[in-house]
């Protein structure tokens, strides 16, 4: 990749953070993410950006499958090894960025510190999983808004009269 290449994709990764959807399981309930979670995205983004910059291969964040599987599980029931899975992701998630002042912990009786081999690679399956839907998002938001920029470039641009010849 040239290094123009590259430094248009670091801006598209930058500006992604901020701007790429959270993606949530369909159904309806993407509205009732709490707020705490939207910026935990945002700063676990910041972070997974910064990872890729030292070489890591850039993935969904435990922050973005916590939003996923929330979704996911208010909308239909969820077998073993994904309320397994939801439970150690939220785990982490909650008592990372719940507030300090609260001491915020989960329950002992839902909580899950590991994961086995299993479920670790359903987890990172997801994780990619939610990564290419973000980046395929933010791809077709800039086809559409260059596409609608030609469109509104043709519309101000003077007619072209045409002669009977």
Known sequence: M??????EKGIS????????????????WGDSLPEWLKQAITL?????????LKGEEPTGTDAEVAAYLYTASLTAPMDSDWTQIYLYIATKVYEKWGTKDSRVTMPDDVRVAS??????G?????KGWIYRQRVKAREERGRAERRKAR???????????????
């Open 2 to 7: 040239t290094t123009e290449k590259q430094l």
């Open 13 to 28: 990764e930058i500006v992604g953070v901020f701007t790429d959807p959270i993606i949530v399981f369909p159904g309806g």
């Open 44 to 52: 676990e983004r910041l972070a997974m950006n910064v990872k890729a």
């Open 115 to 120: 994961l086995d081999d299993y479920r670790m």
């Open 122 to 126: 359903l987890l990172k399956e997801l």
């Open 151 to 165: 469109e509104e470039a043709a519309a101000r641009a003077p007619k072209q009269l045409k002669l009977g010849v």
